[in-house]
């Protein structure tokens, strides 16, 4: 590798580097208060929302990767620009095809980087973290049974324990709902137990009343049981782990979809082979936006006035190449032949990177437009 090489490579990574940082520091920060109000509210600990926080990183990085990538590669083309050290380089007969090898040393890295990341680290750590939300909200479920004390595990919910046996017996039941504000509803039985049903958890109540108050004509129904079953889940909202989502399978698993795949995820063949080419997508899409972020700068020529019109410009292009993303994931989830509209905004970046380097290579084509139109 040429010394330039190695120079504009080591100052891309410096400026990835603290770019990245700065991205998932904002994103993380933005996460962490979501999940600190969830977490620490609903009485877990702080060791939880550490555990929490963490596994959310590997996808706080795959967002910010991309944008750091681009970041860097427009402050560092601008600082060469503004300082000619590109000039000087240019002038020794480099072509600005020459001066983007670097740049595409400096992508690739970082879709080695982002390979990682979407393939590996995310899907593991999304499923992970599917795992313990489901933990948690089960020990939630087990928190609702205290004895001795009315708890509220929802807003308009009340629940009572005398006494919890040796044999998980719970005698003594009191459960209040008044969420329906057209009907009051109050549960009492003489003991009750647990039993899981289809990975829902039911209040099986033996022995009991029901009493049901009509608020609009306070009318009272009181109806009395030998048993009857109430889904605690729908207290504090706890699912099911039986299916995994699309998020949590591996590349493979998304490119060569089963019937039982396609039934667990709840998603259509289409839709997962398109998801799974999405994943090679975004890998490149690190590499696409350094180098459309170089490219775009090198236009144009020196101004005294620095490179701000290049900078939106390039901003403007990162953008449409992001909204051609949405556009061929459209049409890939519609058939599964089409699967190749996923590569749609790699495409289209890599068309519009050629066009700027060659056109920053051969200035004097619009310079000799220019002259022609004057002597018209």
């Not at 240019?90 to 390979?115: D, E, K, N």
């Not at 049981?225 to 699912?239: H, P, Q, R, S």
């Amino acid at each position: 590798m040429a010394r330039f090489d190695r120079y504009l490579l080591s100052q891309l990574m410096v400026l990835f580097g603290f770019f990245s940082l700065i991205l998932v520091l904002i994103y993380w920060i933005n996460r962490a208060v979501v999940l600190f109000d969830q977490l620490i509210a609903d009485g877990q600990s702080f060791a939880v929302f550490l555990e929490f926080t963490a596994l959310s990183l590997p996808s706080v990085i795959r967002l910010a990767a991309p944008l750091a990538a681009f970041a860097a590669a427009v402050y560092v083309t601008n600082r060469m620009t503004t300082e000619s050290e590109l000039v000087v380089v240019q002038a020794t007969g480099y072509s600005s095809f020459r001066l983007a090898r670097p740049v595409l040393f400096f992508g690739l890295i970082v879709v080695v980087l982002m390979s990682v990341l979407i393939h590996f680290l995310v899907p593991v750590s999304t499923s992970r973290l599917a795992e313990r939300q489901y933990d948690i909200a089960q020990n939630a479920t087990a928190r609702l049974f205290t004895e001795g004390q009315f708890i509220e595990p929802a807003e308009g919910v009340s629940f009572y324990i005398r006494e919890i046996t040796a044999e998980n017996e719970l005698l003594d039941i009191f459960l209040s709902d008044t969420r329906d504000p057209t009907e009051h509803v109050i549960y009492t039985a003489k003991k009750a137990f647990l039993i899981r049903d289809a990975g829902e958890t039911q209040l099986v109540m033996i022995d009991g009343l029901v009493q049901n108050l009509t608020t609009e004509d306070q009318r009272l129904v009181v109806t009395s049981f030998e048993d009857f079953a109430y889904n605690i889940g729908t207290l504090v909202g706890t699912k099911s782990r039986s299916r995994r989502r699309a998020a949590e399978l591996g590349t493979w698993q998304l490119l060569r979809p089963t019937p039982e795949v396609v039934k667990e995820t709840r998603n259509s063949a289409a839709s997962l082979i398109a998801r799974g080419h999405d994943r090679f997508s975004q890998s490149l899409l690190g590499a696409v936006a350094a180098l459309l972020g170089f490219a775009t700068l090198l236009v144009g020529s020196h101004s005294r006035f620095g490179v701000w019109r290049q900078i939106v410009a390039a901003i403007v292009l990162i953008v449409v190449v992001k909204g051609t993303e949405s556009i061929g994931l459209n049409l890939a989830r519609k058939d599964d032949s089409l699967w190749f509209a996923a590569y749609l905004p790699i495409v289209t970046g890599i068309c519009i990177i050629w066009c700027l380097l060659f056109a920053s290579s051969r200035p004097y084509l619009f310079k000799r437009r220019i002259k022609e139109a004057d002597a018209t």
